[in-house]
């Protein structure tokens, strides 16, 4: 028999607040977390905009041995993670008795290999790189950390689907649990933030230029959106089977009910409205669940002129023009391989506390736009079922239902 | 260097790579257990080393190795054989 899959716990690291509590606040008011980074412009790139967060000192928290293999990813990983583990009531003794695995989300460790690299151009002598770069550089870096510090004995893989990466962990964990091969999966995506990771794309013309705007810079599904915003982080989603959270009295804070995916199979980079349609429709075919389920979708809209249309067009035909529709990209940027976890996490805050956030710079709809609800402004509402689109470079999409927990 | 410069230098880069108390580098200690150091621990010891001293032991080099005070030895063999 198939197992419920429950959310239990939910940790966030990211532009918009470090924690819960301050994402809270952000979302309810609309706080954009875009900055303009000006060593990016002397470094060559054409858009200087991005998220930004600290990289967090650790060193209350961790051993020197669990410390030196960390770069950005793992460190903020950690940092959502252990606000995660908190929130669901569960400690490292736990977890290593009970078995609990970990599907993280991540896709580059481009600072992390750049700094190995110019430590051995400088010195000539690979000994004198350290021990800790080698699991700094490996794109497993979170994985490998997480496991080791909270003793996680289950499934232990990394996830690289692009700007799907976070969706899809939370996905899988959630196809595992529901077939009884795990009880419970810390899943999650993680995203450097620095100069090294986003200069090709940067090269791309991708990127939003409205530099002297920082905060209006990201405006998805407005006529007048002209790239994206680089941005990252971490967040992070436990979930586990209904009968693990109940025995152990955690909190239950959201039921995953849908999990669509599919890939485009054409261009590269280039969105494909095919794509995104195969795979809101297989999330809502596996929920068994007709549109006027949803409350509301949190897009994946990057604020990208092709992209945003495609999305609108898609969630126009499954789900029609009435479901309230909004894009966090909005504020907090695109946060790439963390995006589809913390746009699960930051929906999961609405549909507790009875609001959908803002699709902030929103001002004037296109052509495609026009069609679909978009929520310009903080809207008091009850949120019993949400759908949280994300899709990826190379054409990999991820739709993922989740409603609130109704024994 | 002399050996009491030999002895504070080390402490102080020793105790600040692998995050333990001074006053627990004392010559008569285990350098392995006081310092904690695992296989992968090894290397970052050639790496605080070479970039304070400027000398990169060999694998063998610590095979000698038990107490602070062998380490003081091969410290100041090493810095003898640079001069």
Known sequence: ?407 | MNREEIISTTKRFLSEEFEVDENTILPENNLQKTLDLDSLDYVDLVVVIEENLGFKPTADDFKSIDSFDDFYDLVEQKLARLA
């Open chain 1, 1 to 407: 028999m198939e197992k419920r899959v429950v959310i239990t716990g939910v940790g966030l690291y990211s532009c918009i607040g470090n924690g819960k509590d301050e994402v809270l606040d952000s979302l309810r008011n609309g706080k954009s977390g875009i900055i303009y980074d000006e060593p990016r412009k002397e470094f060559g790139y054409r858009s200087c905009l991005t998220g930004m967060v600290d990289e967090p000192n650790l060193k209350p928290f961790l051993s020197r041995r669990e410390r030196i293999g960390m770069h950005q990813p793992a460190m903020y990983a950690y940092m959502s993670t252990k606000e995660a583990l908190e929130q669901a009531k569960l400690d490292v003794d736990f977890l290593n008795d009970n078995e609990t695995g970990i599907i993280f989300g991540n896709d580059s460790t481009a600072g992390a290999v750049i700094e190995t690299v110019d430590k051995v151009r400088e010195r000539k002598d690979t000994t004198l790189i350290g021990s800790g770069d080698i699991f700094q550089n490996m794109n497993c870096t979170v994985n490998m950390s997480l496991s080791t510090i909270y003793k996680l004995k289950g499934i232990n893989i990394t996830l690289s689907a692009a700007c799907a990466s976070g969706s899809h962990s939370i996905g899988m964990g959630y196809l595992l649990i529901k077939q009884g091969l795990q009880e419970r999966v810390v899943c999650g995506g993680a995203q450097e933030i620095n100069m090294y990771a986003m200069a090709s794309f940067d090269g791309l013309g991708t990127f939003s230029v409205l530099e002297d705007q920082p905060s209006k810079a990201s405006r998805p599904f407005d006529a007048s959106r002209d790239g994206l915003v680089p941005s990252g982080g971490a967040a992070t989603i436990i979930i586990e089977s209904l009968e693990s959270a109940l025995k152990r009295g955690a909190p239950i804070l959201g039921e995953v009910i849908g999990y669509g995916f599919s890939s485009n199979g054409e261009h590269i980079s280039n969105p494909n409205f095919d794509g995104q349609y195969r795979s809101l429709n297989m999330a809502m075919k596996q929920a068994n669940v007709k549109a006027d389920i949803i409350d509301y979708v949190n897009a994946h809209a990057t604020s990208t002129p092709v992209g945003d249309s495609m999305e609108a067009q898609a969630i126009y035909s499954v789900l029609g023009g009435n479901v309230p529709v909004s894009s966090t990209k909005s504020m907090t940027g695109h946060e790439c391989w963390m995006a589809g976890a913390s746009e699960v996490a930051y929906s999961l805050l609405m549909m507790q506390n009875d609001f959908v956030a803002p699709n902030i710079n929103f001002e004037t709809p296109d052509e495609d736009s026009a069609k679909i609800n978009i929520v310009p402004e903080m809207k008091e509402q009850k949120i019993d079922c949400f759908l949280s689109n994300s899709f990826g470079f190379g054409g990999t999409n991820s739709s993922l239902i989740i409603k609130k927990f109704v024994k």
